[in-house]
C-alpha cells in the first residue's frame, strides 16, 4: 500500500507562488511516476505534470506550461509542484496520485493511490 500526503495549499494573490510538496510512504517502487492533479468544482481532476524516478517530467497541462515545474528529492520521497504567476483560475484543490501502472498516464482513471488534496485559492 502507499500512502501520499499534500502540503503547501493557502491562500495566494494573483501574481504569486506556492510551492506544494507530496511525501510519498510505503510499499513503493520507486520507478513509479508520482503526478500532480488539480480538481474544480463539479469537473473532473486534471492532470497538470508527472515525475519519473530519473526525474525527468512529463509533458505539462497547457494551463500551467511556462509557470509550473516539477521536481522530486534524491531520496525519492517527496515530489514538489512550484507554482509560479498564478491566477485566478489555478484556485482548486490540488492531488498528488501514484499509478500501479509504468508511465504517468494521462487521466485520471490510471491512478490508484490519491493524496488527500491541499486547496489553494487565488484572488
Known amino acids: 500500500h502507499v500512502q501520499l500526503v499534500e502540503s503547501g495549499g493557502g491562500s495566494v494573490e494573483a501574481g504569486g507562488s506556492l510551492r506544494l510538496s507530496c511525501v510519498v510512504s510505503?510499499?513503493?517502487?520507486?520507478?513509479?511516476?508520482v503526478a500532480w492533479f488539480r480538481q474544480t468544482p463539479g469537473n473532473e481532476r486534471e492532470r497538470l505534470a508527472g515525475?519519473?524516478?530519473?526525474?525527468?517530467?512529463?509533458d505539462f497541462a497547457d494551463a500551467v506550461q511556462g509557470r509550473f515545474t516539477i521536481a522530486r528529492d534524491e531520496a525519492r520521497t517527496t515530489v514538489y509542484l512550484q507554482m509560479n504567476t498564478l491566477k485566478p483560475e489555478d484556485t482548486g484543490t490540488y492531488y498528488c496520485?501514484?499509478?500501479?501502472?509504468?508511465?504517468?498516464?494521462?487521466?485520471?482513471?490510471?491512478?490508484?493511490?490519491w493524496g488527500q488534496g491541499t486547496q489553494v485559492t487565488v484572488s
Open positions: 496520485a501514484a499509478p500501479t501502472v509504468y508511465g504517468c498516464p494521462a487521466h485520471q482513471s490510471g491512478y490508484t493511490y
Open positions: 510505503g510499499t513503493w517502487s520507486p520507478t513509479r511516476c
Open positions: 515525475i519519473y524516478t530519473s526525474g525527468a517530467a512529463s
